[in-house]
């Protein structure tokens, strides 16, 4: 009988990434499907996040509802994979002993071997090493339903910010080689992908080597994967930076549409910039961390840059692609943060007009360095300043939107509208959803849409030509 798996994924769009490759895994090692109903599950996987909240708390309260579960079907096996399980290791099991399998970001592909350890000793397996690469060399081909797809180019952070408990919990930075990215990108291509984001947490650091082990650049045979390098490459011609991957991506046939996240502004060269100017096939929007407008608290954060820095490299941004649009995330009330500097960080917003942006209130992580910092803001004054930067925000998103009215869109049609499954969901090369009226022929095309109206979250638009 078919093994059905469960996966619950907390946090951002790398441990979604994470979650469909677990998926991939359990279905190439045990047959297994996934399946939205927990309670018909025979495994079920936490993929947790740690930076933010008390998210600890929250997967021991999680777990303790799967306990219940296991009392009924001895056999279920539960694992907790993710940023928590790399904090907390072995913790993990001793106080929650039901629990099977314990395993980081890095060593997802080696859940088959928990597995048939677990198994064998009946005792709980926990492994949250940081095997470097290993992980992509083992997992099996990507695979994807849909239209738009992600693929991961590095792992980890090398960055250190003093408020982050990333390159604790994932490790230092690693990029693939670009041969694997390239041959992963012609692969999901072939089964109809026409948009890919690169996934990293600072892709813009990216160095991957340009040849695996003997092979010539391209070596590898895989449909529609470019012959060789199309620019310069750095290091005597040895590795390539995010601006040449970049390129090498937009030539695979089939490849019409190219994003990343996340980009981070210290790294953010001036080949980059230009890369937007070069290369239709790149969207129309960036987003790009700011975190605050006060260079003090820049600076305190440990990011690396200051305000004029991150608006020079708006600027060209914005001079390559006219039409760029721009979104950011912010922390306010890190320690010591003065109503002056969360005024900078406000006059920021406003210099800048940023799209849809995520905005945090800060959280100290255990073990990173602003969790000693004296932090005398009261909680109440923190929500103040996140509600009025957020509503600055979602002010600027919807004037954005409002400004495509009447506009004529090149859109990639997703699926149905989750909504009303008469319309069709696409998504604008800004990054918006657009509902509208279509035959299910356009799913997985890119069609030109007329926006007819701005809504909070997505854009109302009509058919006008098969792009
Ligand atoms: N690599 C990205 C960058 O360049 O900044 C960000 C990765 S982080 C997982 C995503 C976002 O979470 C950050 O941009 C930051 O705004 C927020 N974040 C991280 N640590 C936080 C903390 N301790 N408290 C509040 N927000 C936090
Ligand atoms: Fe975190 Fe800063 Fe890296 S926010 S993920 S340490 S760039």
Redo the contacts with the bound molecule.
Sequence with gaps: MTKKLYIRTFGCQMNEYDSDRMADVLAASEGARKTERIEEADIVLFNTCSVREKAQEKVFSDLGRVRALKRDKPDLLIGVGGCVASQEGEAIVERAPYVDLVFGPQTLHRLPELIARRRETGRPQVDIRFPEIEKFDRLPPARSEGASAFVSIMEG?S???S??V??YTRGHEISRPVDDVLVEIAGLAAQGVREVTLLG??VNAYRGALRTGSGAPGASGAPGVPSGPAGPADDAGASADLALLLELVCEIPGIERVRYTTS?PKEFGQRLIDAHARLPKLAAHVHL?VQSGSDRILAAMK?GYTVLEYKSIVRRLRAARGDLSLSSDFIVGFPGETADDFEKTMKLVDEVGFDASFSFVYSPRPGTPAADLPDDTPEQEKLERLQRLQAANDAQARSISESMVGSVQRVLVEGRARRDDSDLAARTSNNRVVNFRGASDCIGRFVEVRITEARTHSLRGELVAAA
């Design positions: 952070c960055k250190y910010c408020f982050c990333v390159p947490q600072n981070h961390p990011r």
